[in-house]
């Protein structure tokens, strides 16, 4: 999926990001996102941080339908997690969670460690802005 309607900024002399931008500029109607958690309609969490990951963005992936759009949507995710550690030691496996649940979109992002989540049982947190093709 391609973000025909974003462009990613990307200032003269700054090396290309992988796996995000440091901006994205475009027009449309925005979708904002919650905070999704890597919990299903039922409440039930995914069973460790890579499943909640997943979870959280399949999440994200089921609103933007909701909104009529889809990942390509995508200007800006923060991310929050509680254990900064089980982000870094999970890179290879967060990035094809990442491509099989999002695709090869990628937005702004953010990403902070928190001390807890209002659940106890969630890890990981996902905001998400999305800006729709259209005026």
Not at 23 to 29: F, L, M, P, R
Not at 95 to 111: D, F, K, Q, W
Request: no cysteine; proline share 5%.
């Amino acid at each position: 999926m391609t973000q025909t309607h974003l462009k990613q900024l990307l200032p003269e002399g700054w090396p290309a990001p992988k796996g995000y931008a440091n901006g994205i500029v475009g027009s449309g109607t925005f979708a904002l996102l919650g905070g999704q958690i890597g919990w299903d309609a039922d409440g039930k969490f995914a069973d460790g941080f890579l499943g909640q990951v997943r979870q959280a963005l399949a999440n994200i992936r089921v609103l933007l339908e909701a909104a009529g759009t889809g990942p390509e949507s995508l200007a800006r995710l923060t991310w929050y997690v509680t254990d900064m550690e089980a982000y870094r030691s999970s890179l290879r496996e967060l990035g094809a969670i990442y491509r099989e649940e999002i695709g090869r979109t990628y937005p702004s992002m953010a990403l902070v460690q928190v001390v807890s989540l209002v659940e106890p049982e969630a890890m990981v947190e996902i905001e998400a802005t999305a800006i729709l093709p259209g005026a």
